[in-house]
């Protein structure tokens, strides 16, 4: 039996996310330049986004840029924009042909003025798709996000809009980059590190991590189907007892 055939339809994850880590480690492996992980890290991205989109996964976040990836060396940060901008417009094709519409989160102004007009293009052809949601992570990270949202509800404070006392954690859902989107059930991370690296740390509460020794570029459909299941095979309880869940 293949490892998709085990999956069991009716408890799939509605949101998984990734962070795609070891691309420079699979490089240097092979006696490369990191970009040529980069590069082979783009066949991980179009199997794994066709891979969710094939068992009726309905959102993928992949973590491409963190705000600290700009502390990388300029060659290195120059050629992943490059690559980004390519694969986005190469793939936005394939994107409409099925059904896939593609999102981002992040400090995207930050981008580069090309990064950021091709990835906009981009999330304006495939708005209407409705099979996947496809959310890039650029420029992003966790506490970025937080600060800004702190920073927009302190705003409403100040100019009496909203009352401190009627803040919620749905206040707080509502001012983060996800806001449209439902929380992640399901964090994978490549490469053998155990760590949340200022990814989604408020949505990733109740997510089940899941990691794995390959490296980016090495992981495919089977890891992804492998993920899933080893997520349905496991029991989330959100602070209850195992009793309760059952009866
Ligand atoms: C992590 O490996 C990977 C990245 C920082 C970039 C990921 C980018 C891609 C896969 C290419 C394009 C993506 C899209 C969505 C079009 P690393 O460089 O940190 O590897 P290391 O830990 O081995 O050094």
């Not at 509800?153 to 803040?167: D, P, R």
């Not at 929380?183 to 990814?199: A, Q, V, W």
Request: proline share 3%; charged share 30%.
């Amino acid at each position: 039996m293949s490892e998709k055939e085990k999956i069991n339809k009716d408890k799939l994850p509605k949101h998984v996310a990734i962070i795609m880590d070891g691309n420079g480690r699979w490089a240097k492996q092979k006696g490369a330049e990191r970009i040529f992980g980069h590069e082979n890290g783009v066949k991980s991205v179009r199997e794994t986004v066709e891979a969710a989109a094939e068992i009726g996964v309905e959102y993928l976040t992949l973590y491409a840029f963190s705000t600290e990836n700009w502390n990388r060396p300029k060659e290195e940060v120059d050629a992943l924009m490059e690559l980004l901008v390519h694969t986005i417009s190469a793939e936005t094709p394939t994107l409409n042909k099925n059904n896939i519409r593609l999102q981002a989160i992040g400090d995207l102004k930050s981008l580069p003025g090309n990064c950021h007009s091709e990835l906009q293009e981009a999330i304006e052809k495939t708005k209407n798709n409705s099979r996947t949601t496809l959310i890039l992570a650029l420029s992003y990270s966790s506490r970025w996000e937080i600060t800004n949202a702190v920073k927009q509800i302190a705003e409403k404070v100040e100019n009496k809009t909203l009352k401190a006392s009627e803040i919620t954690e749905e206040t707080i859902n509502q001012h983060l980059c996800t806001s449209d989107f439902p929380e992640p059930e399901l964090m994978i991370r490549t490469s053998g590190e155990y760590r949340i690296s200022n990814f989604l740390l408020w949505q990733l509460a109740y997510a089940e991590l899941y990691f794995t020794e390959k490296l980016w570029p090495d992981f495919n459909k089977e890891e992804f189907y492998k993920a899933i299941i080893s997520f349905q095979n496991r029991e989330r309880r959100f602070g209850k007892i195992s009793e309760q869940l059952y009866s």
